[in-house]
């Protein structure tokens, strides 16, 4: 679909007897289709060092391959993702600067999104660390989502500079000194209310954000068939209101946002929900290809040395 309906080339990377065996149930494939084969299958429970030592011929190594080798614009993937982060590290390589790589995901809000990085990529992060996420999510808002001078938060338990603790206290010091438009420490609630753009975490805080937000989208959304099928009036009244909640499921469906793109490694790599519809697939490839096409990935490098390291010896 995404081949027929934008013209974008597609490589379907995996074992390919296996995809030749799913597309037989099509009448007629679309000519920029294209079949890599990639005989290693890594799993959900795999650990993400097997694309290095026992898997070494699976999707996201051969995807990572086709992107390094200037083949494939970009790679998706809904598979491992602590697997996607080291094949996309090892294969190709971290952007001049940064030291980990970020897992940046987009979480709905009333009048658009608000970009929460890291999401699970580095579970404890030193401010060193979170300061490259703030400026790398910064560039990113800006070219791929079009946000002019976007606002970055510090997520913490409370608004107020001093609150948090001192490695909280240390980060906020940090990026006042970042050269983006830090507004200090946020909470929660500020994920969803319009008034940051970006939010910066560790992946562990970041994690517990995308999983809980998914959870209350799919309440909602339950909530609202449930009390459709409880009776005639309900119905008649969720009917009348119809293209209301069609913009809320809308918002509060992560397949709408894609996949969250892995800021940092040295090529546009997108990494879905392991539960990806064919709609989720659709819009990572549309993520993807927006990536790619930004410039992003240039811009980090020429900027990040010296915005860090200018925050760091003020510090």
């Known amino acids: 679909e995404v081949v027929q309906n934008t013209g974008t080339p597609v490589f379907l990377v995996g074992p390919a007897k296996q995809i030749r065996h799913e597309l037989g149930r099509f009448r007629a494939l679309p000519s920029g289709l294209e079949i890599v084969d990639a005989p290693d299958v890594v799993t959900m429970e795999d650990s993400p060092m097997v694309v290095l030592r026992g898997k070494r011929r699976s999707s996201l190594t051969v995807c990572a391959e086709l992107v390094r080798d200037g083949q494939a614009a970009a790679m998706v993937t809904a598979g491992n993702t602590g697997a996607a982060w080291v094949a996309a590290k090892s294969v190709l390589g971290m952007i001049e600067g940064v030291e980990r790589p970020a897992l940046a995901a987009n979480l709905p809000r009333m009048d658009g999104s608000t970009l929460v ?102 309440m909602i959304l339950n909530a609202l068939s449930e009390e459709a099928g409880r009776s005639a009036m309900h119905g008649i009244g969720l009917l009348m209101a119809k293209g209301a909640f069609v913009n809320l499921r809308r918002k509060v469906d992560y397949a709408e946002y894609g996949g969250a793109p892995l800021l940092g490694v040295d090529g546009a790599c997108i990494v879905g929900h392991g539960r990806s519809t064919a709609k989720a697939i659709r819009n990572a490839i549309r993520v993807a290809s927006q990536y790619a096409a930004s410039g992003t990935i240039e811009k980090i490098a020429a900027t990040l040395p010296t915005m860090t390291s200018a925050a760091e010896e003020n510090h």
């Open 117 to 218: 990085l890291d999401v699970g990529a580095n579970v404890q992060c030193r401010p060193r660390h979170l300061l490259q996420f703030a400026v790398m999510g910064s560039l990113y808002v800006e070219n791929v989502l079009g946000i002019e001078d976007p606002r970055v938060g510090l997520m913490s338990m409370g608004e107020e500079e001093g609150k948090g603790g001192r490695r909280i206290r240390e980060i906020h010091e940090v990026l006042e000194r970042a050269g983006v438009h830090f507004v200090g420490n946020v909470e929660g609630r500020h994920v969803f209310t319009g008034e940051v753009d970006v939010i910066v975490c560790d992946g562990f805080t970041g994690n517990v954000i995308l999983k809980v937000s998914e959870g209350l989208g799919e």
